[in-house]
């Protein structure tokens, strides 16, 4: 069974440029989570997408924002980039978010993003 | 709120010692809680994890236990090799309200041969 597929796994933009990120679950996971990574600030929430509809969002800014398409699979888009969002963007997938399933997430290796 | 508080790294030790990393957890209602371990250049992945109190959970040889009274989940093993390192997570999930899953900052673990 494939795993969670994220693409593109490395990425370098400059500052002001946007940003879009994909991620496909494991067939038959309805629920995307998008989590970001930085060394500072550990591992953080982005949001969760479940059956096309955002269940749940961190504390980011508007910047930071996300979709969740039919097939579940989802992307996530950053606007105006800064220096700060540098990052390793983790998505993880489950069958439903922990909502009536086990709690367990399935990750992608990760979007490696680099702002100049 | 609810949150995981793990024990700061990094862990450094030798081949063969004993492992613990710290983890306590602050939630209404009964979480379940879990351990993710990341290797170099990868994503998470689960490691372990126990739904209700007193459960234990294990696998390669690591093993923690849900402790209601104390409210932790610390991660144990007996002899660490070279291919542990790695950074591990302590994580909660609620269903109180909406459903969340909430991770530790993370501890870094570097073994030496």
């Known amino acids: 069974k494939a795993g969670v597929t994220q693409t593109p796994r490395y990425l370098i933009k400059t500052r002001g440029q946007q940003v879009t990120l994909s991620c496909s679950p494991i067939?038959?996971?309805?629920?995307v989570s998008w989590y970001q990574q930085t060394p500072g600030q550990g591992l953080q929430f982005l949001f969760e997408?479940?059956?096309?509809?955002?269940?749940n969002k961190g504390n980011f800014p508007g910047r930071f924002s996300g979709r969740q398409f039919s097939n579940s699979r989802s992307e996530m888009n950053v606007s105006t980039l800064e220096l700060g969002d540098s990052a390793l963007y983790l998505c993880a997938s489950s069958l439903d978010g922990g909502g009536a399933g086990t709690g367990e997430l399935f990750f992608g290796e990760g979007s490696r993003l680099t702002v100049l | 709120g609810d949150s995981v508080t793990q024990m700061e790294g990094p862990v450094t030790l030798s081949e063969e010692a004993f492992l613990t990393i710290n983890c306590t957890y602050t939630?209404?209602?009964?979480?379940?809680l879990f351990w993710y371990v990341q290797y170099p250049g990868e994503g998470l992945q689960l490691l372990l994890k126990?739904?209700?109190?007193?459960d234990k959970g294990s696998n390669k040889g690591f093993e923690a236990t849900y402790r209601k009274e104390t409210t932790s989940f610390h991660l144990e093993k007996g002899s660490v090799q070279v291919s542990d390192s790695a950074v591990y997570f302590c994580?909660?999930?609620?269903?109180?309200?909406?459903?969340?899953?909430?991770f530790g900052s993370g501890t870094r673990l570097s073994i030496r041969p």
């Open positions: 126990a739904t209700k109190a007193d």
């Open positions: 994580a909660l999930w609620t269903f109180e309200g909406a459903s969340k899953i909430i």
């Open positions: 067939s038959g996971h309805r629920s």
């Open positions: 997408y479940f059956s096309e509809t955002q269940r």
């Open positions: 939630a209404t209602g009964y979480p379940s």
